[in-house]
């Protein structure tokens, strides 16, 4: 799983994801970013604050996943346990998921959330280079008979440190 983009993506990020089952994005896609990451497997992603109205046009705000048993929840802006923003409250409510994951703060964090049956919360931090995050990251994981295993942060590399092939440097 993979958020806030904004536009960026390089080899090491596709490199990451390719072999992934699907690859799930928490919005802050940026333009380029979903043909990318389709080209290497399939893909979901729901829209974030900085995507174009052609990209929420393509992707929703919530997406809700049942796999294998395993109920997620995936949107951009979520809040943190537990204190959740009004909309992401009323989807808790009625999808009850075991996970919720989404994007945003640009901080990878992986927390229970007590209050709500032990769901699980998950931020995959931010994998471009737009941002106040220091270490660009994306989250792998299995889903193994309704539970998740094998959660892993792949930290990508530090955002300032980014040249492109003509050796301009990224911050």
């Known amino acids: 799983m993979i958020s806030d983009t904004h536009g960026f993506l390089d080899e090491k990020v596709l490199t990451s ?3 992934c089952d699907e690859i799930w994005h928490a919005g802050d896609l940026g ?3 979903a043909e990318k990451l389709s080209a290497i497997g399939n893909f979901r992603a729901v829209y974030g604050n900085i995507d174009d109205l052609d990209t929420r046009n393509l992707f929703p705000e919530f997406l809700e996943i049942n796999e294998d048993g395993l109920r ?3 949107t951009h802006i979520a809040g943190k346990p537990p204190k959740y923003n009004t909309s992401v409250r009323s989807k808790i409510k009625s999808f009850e998921p075991h996970v919720l994951i989404c994007g945003h703060s640009h ?3 992986v927390i229970k959330d007590p209050n709500k049956n032990n769901m699980i919360f998950i931020n995959p931090g931010a994998a471009g280079i737009h941002g106040f995050h220091q270490m660009r990251t994306l989250m792998t994981f299995q889903i193994r008979n309704g ?3 094998d959660l ?3 930290e ?3 955002r300032g440190a980014i040249k492109d092939s003509a050796g301009v440097e990224y911050i």
């Open 152 to 154: 892993a942060l792949v």
């Open 107 to 109: 901080m990878a964090c």
């Open 156 to 158: 990508i590399g530090k």
């Open 147 to 149: 539970k998740i295993s």
């Open 17 to 19: 994801l390719r072999g």
């Open 31 to 33: 333009p380029g970013v």
């Open 72 to 74: 997620i929840l995936i």
